[in-house]
């Protein structure tokens, strides 16, 4: 996904060349050099200096599977037949993003030609077609053929020395990067003769500096760095190999929240949504479900040729009793896999502590600090989509308000515990029924509040926005890219049915105040909320509500943004009966 926030040129411009035969006119003796103190250039801690500040290959393997060489951004793939331009490492999350939408699928990745890479040495070549890239990937091997030393680097700047045969200083170096230090050893004769001014300072992978003051000392930092940490050299990107160790360890840290299951091919998430789980070291797990009641098993872990297994096994939750592979372990996130279309989804939840019940003294603070916008408001099990987006403001003395930016509504707020003495809201605006509740807390983040009774269908969720997310870089660049219009509706389709032609000749013109018109023959024909929102459950949202039947009554949707550039904004949402539902908008 095109990445639209400020985006520095890659690595800034890069450092010109170093110059190494002018930096002194005379030589200049040194005082007691001797063998220890210096390096010669075919030596091993010479080789050590070149592994650590060789160009790193490893962290885009997701597009050229080699771990020896990186392609240089921006460039173009297709991802599944999703067109996407990278512009920094952090877009590479989008290619994983696709690829883990469905699991066991075919992924295809094509890369648009010609593109340039830098290998180990920072030398750069441009590649023409496949077949040249397939061909320079066969000098990789899976498992680490490049030869970078990851888990350790220098920080600059590190000055260095170069000696005639009599140890007479001949030349001094600062050098300022990694590409600098890697080309001034490539660059010296095998029977040259170098030195470094200690101390110098050395970063491991863990973020620890350490501070070495001899060659003796470099030598065994590097040599002890090389096996340090898992560089992750093959092609699962984003580091899917872990230890068991490592495993254990995570999952009894805090409780777990499930945010997705699916068993034999059947979506289970609405059953088992944000049931917690906890881990305890002793083998036993407990599951709080979400009205408090507490289920309890037993879990163990085994590491097999085919990765990291996870044995859960309860009385009550058979739907969870199965070995699971864990095929995902990223920041705060963990995924299970077993065959036949059987898939978990855990988030971690450090926050929270099973079966305690809110403050209310922290959900009064929260409430009052910023608005609130619905991002889903339910009656007796019917959605009410004509309130979505709509922002509430909750103000002292029990005052609140509701508003789409035009119309504002006035009512009273309170907290309190309903008759099953749970923390509730309290919320009563007399000319909105639709919010006027009694809501139990269910859920409770600085970003987010959820509030239920699923006996009767009742579910109100909140997101905080704070200043309209004017701290919010990408909030604000596709915002100001959307008052850029006006839009046309490019594709909208429900699965395999194309209904783009219902929007010919509609020209969609979206305004401050969260306001959007709808023109045909430039006369304004309906009019909208719109709302660009960063959930902290699903990421960057864009909210349209046509309060109104038919073709735009369509679009009413909290719309996950899929991509975005100056002219074109792609948007996806699954129904509830997962069909999937696209809208383009393109400037005409």
Known sequence: MKKLINNLMYAGLILAALNFTSCQNEFEEVGGADDQETIQANSSVAKLIKETS????????????????????????EVNGIEITLDSREDLHAIEEIFDEVDGDDDILDIFFP?????????????????QLLAKAEDCFEGGG???????????????????????????????SDEQMRKFFAELEDNAIVSIEFPI??????????VVENNASLDMALSYAKDECDEDDDNDYNDDDFTKERLDAYLVECPWEVREMYRENVNQTDQY????????????????????NTLNGTWSTRATDAGILVALDFDVLVDFNLEWVVYELDEHIIKFYNDNGNKIILKQRCD???????????????????????????NQGEEIDRLLGYEFKFMAEGVVTLSNGINTSEGTWEIGLNSELVLSLMINIGDEPGVSFEWPVRDLTDTRLKFEVEEIGYELILLRVCDDSADDGDITEIRNIMMGGPWNVALYSEGEVDMTSEFNDMDFNFTTMHQVEVSELGNVTAEGLWRLLRDSEEGLKFYINFDTAGSLGELTEDWKINMVESNRIELKNESGDGTLETLVFEKP
């Not at 593109?115 to 077949?131: G, S």
């Not at 300072?201 to 350490?210: A, H, M, P, W």
């Not at 949504?273 to 408090?292: A, C, H, P, Q």
Request: hydrophobic share 35%; glycine share 6%.
């Open 201 to 210: 300072t050395l970063k491991k992978y863990d973020g620890t500096e350490i």
């Open 54 to 77: 060789s160009h790193d290959g490893s962290y885009d393997n997701i597009v050229d599977g080699a771990s020896c060489f990186a392609v240089q951004f921006p460039y173009t793939v």
């Open 146 to 176: 490049d030869d970078d030393i990851e888990c350790i680097d220098f920080v600059y700047p590190i000055t260095l020395f170069t000696f005639d045969a009599n140890f007479q200083q001949s030349n001094q170096v600062q050098v300022e």
């Open 273 to 292: 949504l944000e049931y917690l789980m906890v881990f305890k070291e002793d083998g036993s797990v407990t599951v709080n479900d979400r009205i408090g």
């Open 115 to 131: 593109i340039t890479i830098t290998l180990a040495d920072f030398t750069e070549i441009v590649i023409e077609n496949k077949e």
């Open 352 to 378: 929270v502590t099973p079966g305690e019940e809110p403050n209310p003294n922290i959900l009064r603070e929260i409430l009052g600090e910023c608005e609130w916008i619905i991002k889903k408001v339910k």
